[in-house]
């Protein structure tokens, strides 16, 4: 049985690894155009979910959804979620696909030929690795001209730890829901680490739990309550991680990483 694990993890991993580049390129060309003829961002936002099932089911991720009803459609939020592997974002726009998400993301994938210029083009932000006041500017920028229904997932811990934990939350994600008046939504995943740990090729087949909790409002909140804010968003993202983890286990499956 080990063995035979060894062999379908070794193939999955080369099919991905040569279906995972391509997809990227076809969507980000497509993205590209679309970008440049004016197409409506709906078809944008299509692509978005056709990559994120693709990559999805080609990894063999089988995944469980809890909270969904949470969500109200044509409402915009700041997204907060954790952040355990490369399969995170695909994991949530396949879930959260009545959503139309863009993301905040590091510069280095910003300058990935083709990718980075759909990134941009589809309405992404770069961020820099510190919260610095360019990264401010343009995270106001693109917020100031987004679609009133487009929501904007932070991975509030800035990156991903190498042990799997979930760490402390940085201020910008807050920040940015109290000056844009846009509610948070708390989501957590859960079982994404041992499927692809960090600093490995390897990409195994297995199951993965997302939970979204209840959005947390900002009316009537003032700029100086976002570390209140930002406290209250971890530990929703801490109990949903938790809640996502204990039904793993549940299932005989092993989230990975450390609680």
Known sequence: MGVRRSIDTGLRTLVCLVLFPAAVIVCSLRI????LVGA????????????A???VRVAGTRIETHGTEHIVPGQAYVIVANHESVLDPVVLMAVLEDLAVRFIVKKMLVRIP???????????????RTNTPGDVHRIRDVMS????DVSILFYA???RARDGSLRPFKKGAFRTALSERLPILPVATAGTFPLWTPDTLRIRKGGVVLEVGPPLPVEGLALEARDRLCEQAQNAVRELRASA?????????????VD
């Not at 590209?32 to 970008?35: D, K, Y």
């Not at 083709?114 to 820099?128: P, R, Y």
């Open 32 to 35: 590209i155009v679309l970008a």
């Open 157 to 159: 811990e800035g990156g």
């Open 40 to 51: 409506p961002r709906p078809r944008i936002d299509r692509i978005y979910v056709q990559f």
């Open 145 to 148: 001209q987004r679609d009133p």
């Open 53 to 55: 099932r693709f990559c």
């Open 114 to 128: 083709i990718f980075g210029q759909a990134l941009l083009a589809s309405g992404n932000v770069m961020v820099a």
């Open 245 to 257: 983890r204990r039904r793993l286990r549940a299932l005989d499956m092993d989230p990975g990483g």
